[in-house]
Structure formats: C-alpha cells, structure tokens
C-alpha cells in the first residue's frame, strides 16, 4: 500500500539493495541474504559468538524524477533499522555516488548485544519541498534482519505455549486423545493456545536451546519448530477467515473482532497478496474462500506464505547445509 503525503513525491520505484555483509570482518555467506524475502538470516548462522555486524547497501531512485524539473531541492538519502524487541534505533546517512546521480551507498554497523529477535532495515529519500526540508519523496520496501532462532509468534508479542503430558493431563481432558501427537493447537477464540506433549519421548530435549548441539540436531531441531509454527499460522489463518463479517453498510468483510485473528489475516495476506492494501486483500480472499476455482488458488498461496514467515526455507537450506558439512567431515575422517 502506497502512503500518501500532502506533497509531490516520487512516482518512480526506490529500491534498497544489501550488497555485502561483514561478521566480525568477514564477509557473510550469500546463503544466508535472500533478496527474494528481502531478509538477512543471521539467526541461521553455526555460531552466535559473534560481537559486530557491517551491512553495506546501495539505494537507487528514478533518475530522470531526480534530475530532470521537479519540486523538490537537495534529494539525500537515509538508512534507518528499528527493533521492537530491543526498543533500538539506529539511522545513519548514505553517501550520494559522483557517478549515479540518483543512487546513494553506505553501511551501518551493528553490535550484536544490542539486537534480538527480528529489526526492520529501512531506507528513504528525502528533499526540500516547498521550502520545507527534509521531507520525504520516496521509500524503499523494507529488509527484515533475524537474530534469534524462535519463529515469529503469531500474536502480538506471543500465543500461549505450554507442556502438558497429554495423556496424563486432568486439567485438559480433551489432550487424551492426541495423547501419540507431539503437539495440539487449542483454537480458543479469547485464548488460542499450543500445547507440546511432554509425554513423547524425545519431544522436550529436541525442542530446547539449539547452541552447542551437534549439527545434525541443529538441523532437527529447527526443522521441527519451524514445521510446528508454520502449521499453527496456516491453521489459525484459515479459523480467523471463517470469523470474518460483512459489514452491514458497506456489505463488504471486515477484520474479525478478536485481535488476535486480524494480526494472523494481515500478516499472511500481505505474503499471499503482495501488491494489495490490507482490506483489498481480505476483499480478494473471501471472494477466493467462496468461490469453487479460488478457494484452491488461495490456499496454494497459504503454505508458501505460512512456511515463509516462519523462515522454513532458510532454515531447511541451513539445515542442509549443516548435514553436508557432517558429510564432508566423516569423509575427510575416512
């Protein structure tokens, strides 16, 4: 969705570009920056005892808007990153290129104990517009940084997760019978709730901290929790578009009333329909719900949308990844 400003703005696409990333000096794997989900995996790497991390990016505008006769005066451009789960924030200027006249490059360096969980990378052009400076005339579309392991939860802050031996459990009678599953997703509407069994074996320390594990439990435990979590999305998604209501006056849907149902429909609808506004996508997927040919499309689109917010094909390539190193180290041991 396209914000509106009370000024000239761009028209023309910006567009943030992460050319290179260093650890501690050393450059990263391109395995682990991937521009299609615009996303830097430093969660998926072997070792977290790292202490600095330089992220070098280019940034480029419309030339022809930037050059040519337009309102504004003395376009430059900014980086920004925010973390929520750190209350962080940090911007630094990006450098205008004496050959490019409408692209910018720069770095921002970051200190590993002053991140966690996920940040938002950001940049924008800004210009004086009507003698007012600093104004901004175009943004580019966000990158994501991961820093912990833990799939985003999909509530505000988190559902509640809890251990339960199923079979043994008085409190809920109902988990008897999963009681050979290793978990079950309680879709109370005020309090939806995962249970993991503690009574399969193996569940409990598979599912703890992954550090200092051998790599192919590593690889295991992140495939498990990943698949766990993209399950929980893709099924609290489809319970949250049965609750949607037509509005009586527009007779068009509206968001559920539980809070917790509109944050899983906004995030999955705006992987599942990218170029939509929020309340577009939600028209677009009722009507697909309703409709024998689109249910189908809209569910195809659900599973790549669930697994990619959950970071499954980062994890399932480091997961890989992980496995072949093994290989290559019992053949060199051989």
């Not at 692209?103 to 200190?111: K, M, T, V, Y």
């Amino acid at each position: 969705m396209r914000r509106v400003f009370p000024y000239d703005v761009l028209t023309g696409d910006v567009g943030l570009t992460i050319t290179r990333v260093l650890i501690d000096g050393k450059p990263l794997s391109t395995n682990y920056i991937n521009p299609d989900l615009m996303e830097v995996d430093f969660a998926g790497l072997e070792s977290a005892k790292w202490e600095q991390a330089v992220i070098e990016v280019s940034l480029t505008g419309p030339e022809l808007e930037l050059t040519g006769q337009q309102p504004w005066e003395k376009p430059a451009a900014m980086l920004q990153l925010n973390c929520g789960s750190t209350n962080t924030r940090q911007a630094v200027r990006l450098i205008k290129d004496s050959q490019a006249s409408a692209r910018w490059a720069g770095s921002i360096e970051l200190d590993r104990e002053d991140w966690y969980g996920r940040a938002t990378l950001r940049a924008f052009v800004h210009a004086t517009v009507e003698g007012v400076e600093h104004r901004i005339i175009g943004i580019a579309d966000d990158w994501t940084l991961s820093f912990n392991d833990i799939p985003p939860s999909p509530v505000n802050g988190s559902i509640t997760v809890t251990w339960s031996d199923f079979a043994t459990d008085e409190t809920h009678p109902y988990l008897k019978n999963f009681a050979q599953d290793p978990c079950y997703l309680r879709l109370d509407p005020d309090d939806p709730t995962l249970f993991l069994n503690r009574g399969f074996e193996g569940l409990e320390a598979l599912l703890v901290d992954r550090k200092h594990r051998p790599r192919a439990e590593r690889a295991l435990h992140d495939s498990t929790r990943a698949n766990m979590a993209s399950d929980v999305w893709s099924t609290m998604f489809v319970t949250a578009l049965e609750a949607v209501e037509t509005d009586s006056e527009t007779g068009l849907p509206d968001f559920p009333r539980e809070d917790w149902q509109t944050v899983v429909l906004k995030t999955l609808l705006a992987r599942i329909y990218r170029d939509l506004s929020p309340h577009d996508a939600l028209v677009t997927a009722v009507a697909a719900r309703n409709s024998a040919q689109g249910s189908g499309d809209l569910f195809e689109r659900l599973i790549p949308a669930a697994s990619g917010q959950v970071r499954l094909p980062q994890l399932l390539r480091t997961g890989i990844l992980l496995l072949e190193k093994d290989a290559k180290d019992e053949e060199t041991a051989q």
